[in-house]
């Protein structure tokens, strides 16, 4: 019996590899983008001569040379190459922008109110937060909007980076900021899984006496909860080790035409979110268990309802359930339920949404933005309080919700509508890349990626209003703000 066991699970084993095999045959061929190694690139492990932002700073600018010389100056360039990000001089090169935001950056001030850092998502770069870390130099804060590791120059550079590579270079910058303007005043803003970054910091500053805990934190788009087929990725990645499964180290590979997002994803990539998200929740989960950690600095977290990279569950069940009451809020962005009543296309996650209004137990304040009634396009704020089902608040914005737009996306949230490259407007410059909405239409199997692509929302129509809270949110924060148990 144990024989038959043990042939039919190799000759299962056999059918696999042979069927990824055969799925290797049509994957595309990988681009030097694809298979360079940069070894300017910073990781835990040059902690002994990278140990402060200056130095990572003079590591990064030798990384872009080295990406200059080994990736650019091996690509063709000219008119039909136009769309290619790592064509020299190409409509979507970056290196030739001023500044290039996959660069870490820095935007100071005289006599700073105090720090903002700006962390990005998986396969992002600073850019993603461009916008709101503009609006924050604005209003008197100095500002650092980190690059991580393995992103902004290829995607290969998530091959082999790790969480931990990140987080290393995350306690950096923090100390630097907090060197400037003082460790009380140093506000965390994490996108993605920018967001557990920023959480595994002011967990370590809870037990280094040598950090400084954030005044306050912002998650956008949180990922503190991924699909469960991530926990697959790291056998996937394993099996890329194997002659002819080359191509299992990668989700996507896809032509590179964004300057400023790797359109490629590495298995390895999926994983490293995997194994940040699932330590988090567990030290979330530990230090509630044991009941006497200090509060954690006010968390302020933005998402849509609906979707489709991380959990919005999670974000509930592996952090805001775990906190302590009255210093948090949570905003929803609910999907436009006029277009939802409308049409049959579309799926209603209003389960969602009804069952945390509906939580008498949640100990944060709960605000959802969305549709006054379903017969209006016109946008509320509805604010409910901890421990309670009654809406004590409904506040109008002066939003409506755009004509076909059904609900925001997981990368829409920071980009303001007129965002040059991502928003809602086409840039007068003809010759200018923009992605905010392709109007492409012919036979389905054409294009070289998926045509959900080309409906996912890239900006937020209710960005002035996303900008707002989070700068009252730092501002209340700041050198010890207001008491929220209040709020």
Same mark, same amino acid.
């Given at each position: 019996?144990?024989?038959?066991?043990? /042939?039919?699970?190799?000759?299962?084993?056999?059918?696999?590899?042979?069927?990824?095999?055969? $799925?290797?045959?049509?994957?595309?061929?990988?681009? &030097?983008?694809?298979?360079?190694?940069?070894?300017?690139?910073?990781?835990?492990?040059? #902690?002994?001569?990278?140990?402060?932002?200056?130095?990572?700073?003079?590591?990064?600018?030798?990384?872009?040379?080295?990406?200059?010389?080994?990736?650019?100056?091996?690509?063709?360039?000219?008119?039909?190459?136009?769309?290619?990000?790592?064509?020299?001089?190409?409509?979507?090169?970056?290196?030739?922008?001023?500044?290039?935001?996959? /660069?870490?950056?820095?935007?100071?001030?005289?006599?700073?109110?105090?720090?903002?850092?700006?962390?990005?998502?998986?396969?992002?770069?600073?850019?993603?937060?461009?916008?709101? *870390?503009?609006?924050?130099?604005?209003?008197?804060?100095?500002?650092?909007?980190?690059?991580?590791? *393995?992103?902004?120059?290829?995607?290969?550079? $998530?091959?082999?980076?790790?969480?931990?590579?990140?987080?290393?270079?995350?306690?950096?910058?923090?100390?630097?900021?907090?060197?400037?303007?003082?460790?009380?005043?140093?506000?965390? &803003?994490?996108?993605?899984?920018?967001?557990?970054?920023?959480?595994?910091?002011?967990?370590?500053?809870?037990?280094?006496?040598?950090?400084?805990?954030?005044?306050?934190?912002?998650?956008?788009?949180?990922?503190?909860?991924?699909?469960?087929?991530?926990?697959?990725?790291?056998?996937?990645?394993? #099996?890329?080790?194997?002659?002819?499964?080359?191509?299992?180290?990668?989700?996507?590979?896809?032509?590179?035409? +964004?300057?400023?997002?790797?359109?490629?994803?590495?298995?390895?990539?999926?994983?490293?979110?995997?194994?940040?998200?699932?330590?988090?929740?567990?030290?979330?989960?530990?230090?509630?268990?044991?009941?006497?950690?200090? !509060?954690?600095?006010?968390?302020?977290?933005?998402?849509?309802?609906?979707?489709?990279?991380?959990?919005?569950?999670?974000?509930?069940?592996? $952090?805001?359930?775990?906190?302590?009451?009255?210093?948090?809020?949570?905003?929803?962005?609910?999907?436009?339920?006029?277009?939802?009543?409308?049409?049959?296309?579309?799926?209603?996650?209003?389960? #969602?949404?009804?069952?945390?209004?509906? +939580?008498?137990?949640?100990?944060?304040?709960?605000?959802?933005?969305?549709?006054?009634? !379903?017969?209006?396009?016109?946008?509320?704020?509805?604010?409910?309080?901890?421990?309670?089902?009654?809406?004590?608040?409904?506040?109008?914005?002066?939003?409506?919700?755009?004509?076909?737009?059904?609900? #925001?996306?997981? &990368?829409?949230?920071?980009?303001? !509508?007129?965002?040059?490259?991502?928003?809602? &407007?086409?840039?007068?410059?003809?010759?200018?890349?923009?992605?905010?909405?392709?109007?492409?239409?012919?036979?389905?199997?054409?294009?070289?990626?998926?045509?959900?692509?080309?409906?996912?929302?890239?900006?937020? !129509?209710?960005?002035?209003?996303?900008? +707002?809270?989070?700068?009252?949110?730092?501002? *209340?924060?700041?050198?010890?703000?207001? +008491?929220?148990?209040?709020?």
């Amino acid at each position: 019996m144990i024989r038959i066991l043990w /042939r039919t699970l190799l000759t299962l084993v056999v059918l696999l590899l042979a069927t990824l095999y055969g $799925l290797s045959t049509t994957w595309p061929e990988p681009a &030097i983008w694809h298979t360079v190694e940069l070894d300017e690139e910073f990781d835990r492990g040059k #902690l002994n001569e990278i140990d402060s932002f200056a130095a990572y700073l003079e590591l990064e600018s030798r990384l872009f040379e080295q990406l200059q010389s080994e990736v650019y100056a091996h690509t063709a360039s000219g008119p039909n190459h136009r769309l290619e990000r790592f064509s020299t001089g190409s409509t979507v090169d970056p290196s030739g922008r001023q500044p290039n935001w996959n /660069r870490s950056f820095q935007l100071d001030v005289e006599n700073p109110r105090g720090a903002v850092l700006l962390l990005h998502g998986m396969s992002d770069s600073p850019y993603s937060l461009r916008a709101l *870390g503009e609006a924050l130099h604005r209003n008197g804060y100095q500002v650092l909007g980190l690059r991580l590791p *393995g992103h902004g120059t290829a995607p290969s550079g $998530l091959l082999e980076v790790h969480w931990q590579d990140m987080a290393a270079a995350v306690k950096l910058a923090a100390q630097h900021l907090a060197a400037g303007v003082g460790g009380d005043r140093v506000h965390m &803003i994490g996108y993605s899984t920018g967001a557990p970054l920023a959480l595994n910091f002011t967990l370590d500053a809870e037990q280094d006496p040598l950090l400084e805990s954030p005044a306050s934190v912002v998650l956008v788009s949180p990922a503190l909860g991924i699909s469960p087929a991530a926990v697959m990725a790291q056998w996937n990645r394993r #099996l890329s080790y194997l002659p002819g499964l080359e191509h299992l180290a990668w989700l996507d590979m896809l032509p590179e035409f +964004d300057p400023y997002k790797y359109n490629s994803f590495a298995t390895n990539a999926a994983e490293q979110v995997h194994l940040l998200t699932r330590a988090v929740a567990a030290r979330i989960s530990a230090r509630t268990e044991a009941g006497d950690a200090p !509060p954690l600095p006010p968390i302020l977290v933005l998402k849509s309802t609906v979707d489709a990279t991380v959990s919005t569950h999670a974000v509930v069940d592996n $952090l805001l359930r775990h906190v302590n009451t009255g210093r948090h809020e949570f905003v929803l962005f609910d999907i436009n339920r006029q277009d939802m009543t409308a049409s049959i296309l579309v799926s209603d996650p209003g389960p #969602l949404t009804n069952e945390l209004m509906n +939580d008498p137990l949640l100990p944060f304040t709960l605000t959802v933005i969305g549709n006054e009634n !379903p017969d209006s396009t016109q946008v509320v704020a509805r604010h409910k309080p901890p421990f309670s089902v009654e809406v004590n608040s409904s506040e109008p914005l002066d939003a409506v919700w755009p004509r076909q737009v059904l609900s #925001l996306s997981h &990368i829409a949230l920071p980009f303001p !509508p007129d965002d040059p490259l991502y928003g809602s &407007i086409n840039p007068k410059n003809e010759a200018e890349i923009y992605l905010g909405h392709l109007a492409i239409q012919g036979e389905r199997g054409l294009l070289k990626f998926s045509s959900d692509w080309l409906i996912r929302l890239r900006h937020n !129509p209710f960005f002035d209003y996303f900008e +707002d809270r989070v700068i009252e949110w730092v501002n *209340g924060s700041n050198e010890g703000g207001e +008491d929220r148990d209040e709020l």
